[in-house]
T-cell receptor, first 116, second 112 residues
Framework: AQSVTQPDIHITVSEGASLELRCNYSYGATPYLFWYVQSPGQGLQLLLKYFSGDTLVQGIKGFEAEFKRSQSSFNLRKPSVHWSDAAEYFCAVGAGVTGGGNKLTFGTGTQLKVEL | KAGVTQTPRYLIKTRGQQVTLSCSPISGHRSVSWYQQTPGQGLQFLFEYFSETQRNKGNFPGRFSGRQFSNSRSEMNVSTLELGDSALYLC???????????FGPGTRLTVL
């Protein structure tokens, strides 16, 4: 069974500082990996995805993530955080058609606070 | 292109009642998945429908059921509501299986 660990429950950064949110996954085969963001009272917005190919993927809002198979990690980064980035961030893993189709397993989320 | 829509956005029910939630996927999308989000359990997969067939089911009791119509719209039903069913129910759609999923705003269900 697949699982996702987001070790940081809360992170506070200053506006303009760089950001890295950690995500570790457990899955036997090549995973499909996603980062979503959720603002209070809202649904989930897809930031970026990794299916295959280049291990550094670019997403929306200036976010990027790097897939490292040797470390089972898919960390999310942003070089300069804006106050509007304050939200909850979820890492998710999908197993593919033979492993469960569109079933996503989510981490517990990281709440990002941005100090002005 | 319109996003995923969910109705109603808010619901208040009492224990023992049943409830039906609706989800309209993005036009052209054929896969619809449902998730439950609670503070204690986080985001949990309920089920996935593709071409009107349930393709996958999460670890939820039989009180939770769903269906998909020929136009890809989906409904989920929860019977005999319990206090613990209070949650944000999220619907997600994708073009095919194993492609990126786009989420709706959710239905906030409160069970009293």
């Amino acid at each position: 069974a697949q699982s996702v660990t987001q070790p940081d429950i809360h992170i506070t950064v200053s506006e303009g500082a760089s950001l890295e949110l950690r995500c570790n996954y457990s899955y036997g085969a090549t995973p499909y990996l996603f980062w979503y963001v959720q603002s209070p009272g809202q649904g989930l917005q897809l930031l970026l995805k990794y299916f295959s190919g280049d291990t550094l993927v670019q997403g929306i809002k200036g976010f990027e993530a790097e897939f490292k198979r040797s470390q089972s990690s898919f960390n999310l980064r942003k070089p300069s955080v804006h106050w509007s980035d304050a939200a909850e961030y979820f890492c998710a893993v999908g197993a593919g058609v033979t492993g469960g189709g569109n079933k996503l397993t989510f981490g517990t989320g990281t709440q990002l606070k941005v100090e002005l | 292109k319109a996003g995923v829509t969910q109705t109603p956005r808010y619901l208040i029910k009492t224990r023992g009642q049943q409830v039906t939630l609706s989800c309209s996927p993005i036009s052209g999308h054929r896969s619809v998945s449902w998730y439950q989000q609670t503070p204690g359990q986080g985001l949990q997969f309920l089920f996935e429908y593709f071409s009107e067939t349930q393709r996958n089911k999460g670890n939820f009791p039989g009180r939770f059921s769903g269906r998909q119509f020929s136009n890809s719209r989906s409904e989920m039903n929860v019977s005999t509501l319990e206090l613990g069913d209070s949650a944000l129910y999220l619907c997600a759609s994708s073009f095919e299986r194993v492609t990126e999923q786009f989420f709706g705003p959710g239905t906030r269900l409160t069970v009293l």
